[in-house]
């Protein structure tokens, strides 16, 4: 069976969409030592006690807080972390093969690429140019694209407007729950990782 088939793509796909981490590559990041920092940081700046158990709660917490200047730093720091810590990471060569060999896979090669990702554009930007893959992607947003953060729709919906498709043209690809929620508010077909590198197995196997 055909990859289209096998994971019932829209007839009128037009763009795939991937998260980073954890469903294009794999960072080897601690992001327990980033918790850490931001949880000191939210204890210097306000004196109380939060987790940042999921990075991007806690960070709800200071927009919340209304104060644009301590908002950016909170950014700043995460990005700067980023930036400083990602030295090794893992692409997961279903992807990149996918990626790459659309036809092979019985697509049609004018499907485009994009990123949405809680992961910093220059982050992205930075290990795809190693990679050879950044010219791969039309467009990317990343953390500091978007106000509202996964699950929230809104950087599914720039997408959607950047490439001038519908809902229904586009699918999302990811690794996490936030993934899952973030393509069902934006009603577009929503594939977790596992499966659509297991598919592509499959496809590839039938060759
Ligand atoms: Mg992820």
Redesign the pocket.
Known sequence: MLLSELLDFPKDLQVVVF?????LVKLHVDWDALRKLLSDKYMDDFGEEQTFSRITLGLEKVVARGDPELIESYIRTIEKFERDNIKEYTFFEEIVFFIENLEKLGLNSNIKFAIF??NFRSTIFSILSKQNLLGKFQYIVGREDVIEWKPDPEGLYKILKHFNISNEQAIYV???EV?MEAGKNAKIKTYLINKFIANIKKARSKK
Do not use: E, P
């Open positions: 998260d980073f981490d954890g469903t990702s809680l990811g690794d996490s993934d």
